[in-house]
């Protein structure tokens, strides 16, 4: 299995522009998190999904924030408008229904807003 | 609230030497307690999972024990080697829900050749 896949590994943007950034999870896991990560922060997990459906969102940051995911190979994280503080590192992670099941992330995306 | 501290310094040893990294969590008791590892520029990746009711469990040149009166975890390695090198995190599921994890900042470990 090629594991959790996310595009692209790099963003840099300007502030106010639209970001979007795709996750590909491990085939047959139905658990998709989203995770972002900082110095200041550390790793701090956003939203999460269940057989495609949104569980808790409640670590979104603001409205500016979305995350959907269509069908259960495919999910992404979009910023409108993008700011300067939401420079950080984005992971996505994948795992299996057991509630200890261990998480598989990807290789994230680092994101630059300037 | 939950909260999970490690150690923010680095850990520094020689190779051959045992590193032992320190969890630990507040206001509440964990089912289980996870460690995953860290390398630049790469998501975590998991190596150890430690129920409540195991004191400890060993992977090759791993151990983890978990104390949940002093509700502290350790992570060992033991004969460390220069490619040990990483930053490692504890995890642990949040109050409300199994499924969510909330990760200490982390732990880096130096191993001098």
């Known amino acids: 299995d090629a594991g959790v896949i996310q595009s692209p590994r790099h963003e840099v943007t300007e502030m106010g522009q639209e970001v979007t950034l795709r996750c590909k999870p491990i085939?047959?896991?139905?658990?998709l998190f989203w995770y972002r990560q900082t110095m200041m922060r550390g790793l701090e997990l956003l939203i999460y999904f269940n057989n495609n459906v949104p569980i808790d969102d409640s670590g979104m940051p603001e409205d500016r924030f979305s995350a959907k995911m269509p069908n259960a190979s495919f999910s992404t994280l979009k910023i409108q408008p993008s700011e300067p503080r939401d420079s950080a590192v984005y992971f996505c992670?994948?795992?299996?229904?057991?509630?200890?099941?261990?998480?598989?992330f990807g290789n994230g995306t680092r994101l630059t807003v300037t | 609230s939950q909260k999970i501290e490690q150690n923010s310094e680095a850990l520094n040893i020689q190779e051959g030497k045992t590193a032992t990294l320190t969890c630990n969590y507040t206001n509440y008791s964990p089912a289980y307690l996870q460690w995953y590892r860290q390398d630049p520029g790469r998501g975590p990746v998991f190596l150890l999972l430690?129920?409540?009711?195991?004191k400890e469990k060993r992977k090759e040149r791993l151990k983890v024990t978990f104390d949940t009166t002093l509700k502290q975890s350790l992570f060992l390695i033991t004969a460390s080697q220069p490619a040990d090198s990483a930053t490692y995190l504890c995890a642990l599921p949040w109050m409300d829900s199994s499924y969510k994890l909330i990760f200490g900042s982390g732990t880096r470990l130096l191993v001098r050749p």
């Open positions: 430690i129920r409540e009711n195991e």
């Open positions: 085939s047959g896991h139905d658990y």
């Open positions: 992670a994948s795992s299996l229904s057991q509630n200890n099941s261990p998480l598989h």
